[in-house]
C-alpha cells in the first residue's frame, strides 16, 4: 500500500521526501508537481516567506523515463530561505551564540512540544511543526494524485469561507457547484480550475471581494483569518472503503488525513453537522432510476455509505482554525523566567485558508489511492487497469 514519509525544517536546508508503494507504470513528472506546488503557494493572506520561496522538486530515485518503477520515490525540496539561516539553524555548531527561544505562541505547537521533548529552545518545534512541512506532502501527494486521475479519479476544492465572509445561503453554494460538479469523473478538476482564479479560491465574486477585504482589515489589525472549505472528489467508483473493520472505514480515514494539516480542527462528510439536526426524512439520499440506472435525487451524505463510496461525488469540508502567529500578540509565559510576556512574532500569514484547501486535495489522495488498490489492486497499471475496467 502507500506511503510517504516527510522530513526536513521550516528553515532547514531542504524539505525531504519518501514515497513507497506506487505501482510500477505510473506518470510521474516535475512539471506536475511543480504545478501544484505553485497552486499552494497562491492565495490572497498569504506571508512574506512565499516572496522568497518558489517551490520546484528534484526527483532523486524511483522514477525513469517519466514513469514510476515500483521502488520507493525520493523528492527533495530546497529552502531557498536557508541562506539566511545557516548560523541558527546550523547542523553541527554548539549553538552557544544563538539566542534561545522561550516565550511559547497560544494556539501553536511551541509550549506542548517544548515539554513534550525537553527543549529549551523553541525553535525546534517550531520548524517542524510549521506547515512548511506540507510543501513535501503537496509534492509526494501529486504523484499519487496523478495516478488517480490515469484511472479516471480526480481531485479538487473551493473556499466556502473566510472569515465572516462567504456565501450565506447554502442553497446558492449548491447550485453554484452543480454548474461544475455533474456526474462526469472530470467534475472535481473543473471546478478546482474555476476556483484557482480567484486569489481566495471562492467561486463566488462578491464572496471573494468581502473575504479580501475583510483579510485586508484584518492584516492592518495584526490579526489572523480562518475559515471553511470544501474538497471534492469525482469519478470513485462505489465500493472503496469497507464497513467490516474500523481502520478499513473510508470516511474515517479522509478525515483522519485532511485533520492532519496544520491548523484544522473540524471535518464533516457531506451535509454532517447540518444533518445532524434534521429528521432521518429530510437526510437520507433516496433512491431513482435514471434510464435504467441507479441513481440518487439528492448527495447529503457526501458520497460515502456504510463508511464506503456509493458512486456519487464524494465531498468533505474543513474548518481551519485562525493561524496562531499574531502581529498583535497575545499574552505568554516565558518560559526561562517564569514571567507573563507577550508572545513574540514569527513571520506568518494573515490567512491561509486557499492553501489549506490546495493541500487537502493533496493529503486525501494516497487515501482514496490505497481503497482503489485494495479493490483493484496489482504491482503494475497495465495489471490494475485490467481488474479496473468498469462497465
Keep these: 500500500m502507500i506511503r510517504y514519509l516527510t522530513a526536513g525544517e521550516s528553515h532547514g536546508k531542504a524539505l525531504v521526501g519518501i514515497l513507497e508503494g506506487m505501482p510500477a507504470g505510473a506518470e510521474c513528472s516535475v512539471d506536475y508537481i511543480n504545478h501544484h506546488l505553485w497552486r499552494r503557494q497562491q492565495g490572497y493572506g498569504r506571508g512574506g516567506r512565499m516572496k522568497i520561496e518558489s517551490d520546484t522538486v528534484e526527483i532523486l530515485s524511483g522514477v525513469r523515463f517519466g514513469k514510476t518503477m515500483g521502488s520507493p520515490i525520493a523528492l527533495v525540496i530546497q529552502n531557498k530561505d536557508w541562506e539566511n539561516w545557516t548560523e541558527r539553524m546550523s547542523l553541527d555548531s554548539d549553538g552557544s551564540e544563538v539566542e534561545k527561544i522561550t516565550i511559547p505562541r497560544p494556539g501553536h505547537a ?232 507577550e508572545s513574540r512574532y514569527e513571520r506568518s500569514d494573515v490567512c491561509a485558508v486557499p492553501a489549506a484547501s490546495v493541500i487537502g486535495e493533496s493529503v486525501i489522495a494516497p487515501v482514496i489511492a490505497n481503497a482503489f488498490l485494495e479493490k483493484y489492486g496489482g504491482d503494475s497499471m497495465a495489471e490494475i487497469s485490467k481488474r479496473s475496467k468498469r462497465n
Design 110 to 341: 511551541d509550549f506542548a512540544g517544548a515539554v513534550k521533548y525537553g527543549f529549551d529552545d523553541l525553535r525546534n518545534v517550531i520548524d517542524r511543526a510549521s506547515a512548511r512541512e506540507t510543501a513535501m506532502r503537496v509534492a509526494l501527494c501529486s504523484i499519487v494524485r496523478k495516478f488517480l486521475e490515469n484511472n479516471g479519479i480526480f481531485i479538487g476544492s473551493h473556499v466556502l469561507r473566510i472569515g465572516t465572509a462567504g456565501m450565506k445561503n447554502r442553497v446558492k453554494v449548491d447550485k453554484m457547484i452543480k454548474t461544475f460538479c455533474h456526474r462526469s469523473p472530470l467534475a472535481a478538476y473543473t471546478l478546482a480550475q474555476e476556483a484557482d482564479k480567484s486569489d481566495v479560491r471562492m467561486l463566488d465574486k462578491s464572496a471573494e471581494a468581502m473575504a479580501i477585504s475583510e483579510i485586508k482589515k484584518v492584516k492592518k489589525a495584526g490579526d489572523t483569518l480562518g475559515g471553511i472549505f470544501e474538497i471534492i472528489v469525482s469519478g470513485v467508483p462505489i465500493g472503496l472503503g469497507s464497513y467490516v473493520q474500523y481502520d478499513r472505514k473510508l470516511d474515517g480515514q479522509l478525515a483522519q488525513a485532511v485533520m492532519s494539516i496544520q491548523a484544522i480542527k473540524g471535518v464533516e462528510v457531506g451535509d454532517g453537522f447540518e444533518n445532524a439536526l434534521k429528521f432521518g426524512s429530510q437526510v437520507h439520499d433516496e433512491f431513482a432510476l435514471a434510464n435504467g440506472s441507479i441513481a440518487r435525487k439528492t448527495n447529503r451524505a457526501g458520497g460515502v455509505e456504510g463508511s464506503m463510496s456509493n458512486g456519487e461525488i464524494i465531498v468533505l469540508r474543513a474548518a481551519m482554525k485562525p493561524i496562531a502567529t499574531l502581529a498583535k500578540p497575545l499574552k505568554a509565559v516565558d518560559l526561562a523566567t517564569k514571567k507573563l510576556v
